[in-house]
């Protein structure tokens, strides 16, 4: 008789799909776009405190339906009462949010807004893309800027903390500059707003957003590079034709360096990975596995790197269950 032979396919999302288990000390508000959490005009707050984004127009979704796609023509904003203005404002933050932009900005009329409340040169706090980088504005306290371009077609994090009076804009998890700020940021409006000018309609964001989140309480250096890698894990999804029990969403922690590799896969017998079964590189093609696996229960881990500067991740060790035999082509995005 023939042996039966299965496929499983394997997606791995970019950080604009993922569904991180971030910290909630502190945590205003938290919004993930996607399917689940958008409905119409509206994406709902998954802090739990009900603080609920209403769009504009009816809300786009991105990337497989993973993040907020914005074409420039439409806004999300909430009301939120003065008091709790003053606490986003007047004392310690943490706020940012995961974006992908290929559209450059240059002057002033072509200044992309991402998300904060205020008008951004003169009150309140802000995060936009200005002259390919992104700026915290900080009212009429002045402004702090990446050194890089980043309208580069590849997801960040952009984290802006401000603790003891003195404020850091980190890009994924790395703080690129910083300065003193005093006193209060209070925007004299009580609104934030996601994808254009807290005030005037101009500056409409192009691109990609996801995870956006505001803290009232400043994060350390480390609690940042713990967030940033928290959005930054790849959620795997297994499609039909599927053989396995698990959907999983590993945590990544450090490895070691390695060259540029965008993604590896591995599976071992052993959740000790000392001798795996399979070990290689995946790309945006469909791959044969060297080695046929046979029914059974394996351990696996999936590895990230975003460029040839950047450590390598592993995720945690996660079991999975072979339903049939010799599962050998595998598919990434």
């Excluded at 059974?296 to 996660?318: A, E, T």
Aim: proline residues 5%.
């Amino acid at each position: 008789m023939k042996a039966m032979k299965s496929t499983l396919f394997i997606v791995l999302l970019c950080m604009g799909a993922s569904g991180a288990n971030i910290p909630k000390t502190g945590l205003l508000f938290y919004y993930q776009f996607n399917n689940s959490t958008v409905t119409g005009v509206t994406a709902r707050d998954q802090s739990g405190n009900g603080l609920n984004l209403t769009s504009s127009a009816p809300i786009q979704l991105g990337d497989s339906n993973s993040c907020l796609s914005m074409n420039g023509t439409y806004y999300l904003s909430i009301g939120l009462p003065d008091s709790t203005i003053h606490a986003m404002t007047d004392s310690d933050f943490t706020f940012g949010f995961t974006f992908n932009t290929t559209t450059s900005s240059g002057s002033m009329s072509d200044r992309m807004d991402m998300a904060g409340t205020g008008d951004p040169y003169n009150t309140g706090v802000f995060l936009s893309f200005t002259n390919d980088r992104v700026r915290i504005f900080l009212g009429n306290h002045g402004y702090y800027d990446t050194p890089d371009s980043l309208d580069d077609g590849k997801w960040h994090s952009a984290i802006a903390v401000r603790y003891q009076g003195v404020v850091n804009l980190y890009i994924d998890g790395v703080s690129v500059d910083n300065g003193a700020v005093l006193g209060s940021l209070y925007p004299g409006t009580d609104t934030f707003t996601v994808g254009k000018h807290g005030i005037k309609n101009e500056s409409y964001f192009i691109g990609l957003l996801n995870n956006v989140f505001y803290y009232t309480v400043g994060f350390s250096a480390g609690d940042v590079a713990s967030l940033h890698k928290d959005f930054t894990s790849a959620p795997i999804v297994f499609i039909p034709p599927f053989d396995t029990f698990l959907v999983a969403q590993p945590k990544f922690a450090w490895h070691s360096l390695t060259n540029a590799i965008a993604y590896a896969f591995e599976i071992s017998r052993d959740s000790l990975f000392t001798n795996p079964f399979v070990s290689v590189p995946l790309d945006d093609t469909t791959l044969t596995v060297p080695t046929a696996l046979s029914a059974g229960k394996y351990f696996m881990h999936v590895g990230y790197n975003s460029d040839d500067r950047s450590p390598f991740y592993f995720s945690d060790c996660y079991p999975i269950v072979i339903m049939q035999a010799n599962p050998t082509l595998f598919k990434s995005r």
